[in-house]
């Protein structure tokens, strides 16, 4: 396995990602076509193909959520404290209040 290939604790996400994109995509832009919806044939096959598509997303998402690596973080540190948010609240009103001056 060459560095390129390494996996790291988001490589399942990856794939979870990817695989709901071509989900969706298939979904709206074949699954739901005309042609399709009027044919049983056409309709039964993309039907297994959403399903197929469904089940790698589920076991991704199930190797991810059960694999005993270090659960990944929404905000990952980089040896930095964390820094302060800034308030949506104070720059809502700040915007607001420019508004309001003229």
Same mark, same amino acid.
């Given at each position: 396995m060459s560095k390129k290939d390494k996996l790291d604790k988001y490589s399942f996400f990856e794939v979870m990602d990817r695989t709901s994109e071509i989900l969706r995509n298939f979904s709206e832009s074949v699954g739901d076509h005309p042609v399709v919806?009027?044919?049983e044939e056409l309709?039964?096959?993309? !039907?297994?193909?959403?399903?197929t598509l469904f089940n790698t997303y589920q076991l991704s998402a199930k190797i991810f959520f059960d694999k005993d690596h270090e659960k990944p973080s929404l905000f990952p540190e980089e040896g930095t404290q964390e820094k302060e948010k800034p308030s949506v609240r104070g !720059?809502?009103?700040?915007?607001l209040r420019k508004r309001s001056v003229s």
């Open positions: 919806k009027q044919n309709k039964e096959s993309c !039907n297994k193909v959403i399903a !720059n809502v009103g700040r915007r």
